[in-house]
């Protein structure tokens, strides 16, 4: 089952604590939530907490797994589960509209 995504995604790799016991990282952030690998797997529909590190300062969020994926430790592949902000923190919403300000990059074009 796939769904729509109603907001832009950036890619953004902070580090992330769950519950402030499991260690993380994102793999990409938007206002309505963030997608993150680790090495356990969380059901959908399981409430979780934790805290971004920006900058050296911890920002505090709240949610709810959308989606997970669980990984092979065998094989050295982390899970990944996807997030939705209960609210969006203050600072991961600068954070992304100083990201939104940033000029696009275009791609260069092959030589001929």
Excluded: C
């Excluded at 992330?16 to 952030?29: E, I």
């Excluded at 090495?39 to 920002?59: I, N, R, T, W, Y």
């Amino acid at each position: 089952m796939t769904t729509r995504r109603n907001t832009l995604r950036r890619t953004l790799r902070l580090p992330v604590s769950l519950g402030r016991r499991l260690p993380a990282l994102s793999a990409d952030v938007s206002r309505g939530g963030f997608q993150a690998e680790l090495p356990q797997v969380f059901l959908p529909g399981s409430k979780v907490h934790g805290f971004f590190l920006v900058d050296q300062a911890e920002v505090a969020f709240r949610g709810t797994v959308a989606w997970a994926e669980a990984g092979n430790p065998q094989l050295s592949i982390y899970s990944r589960i996807g997030v939705a902000f209960d609210a969006l923190p203050e600072r991961i919403e600068a954070l992304l509209s100083a990201q939104d300000r940033r000029p696009k990059k275009l791609k260069a074009r092959a030589k001929k």
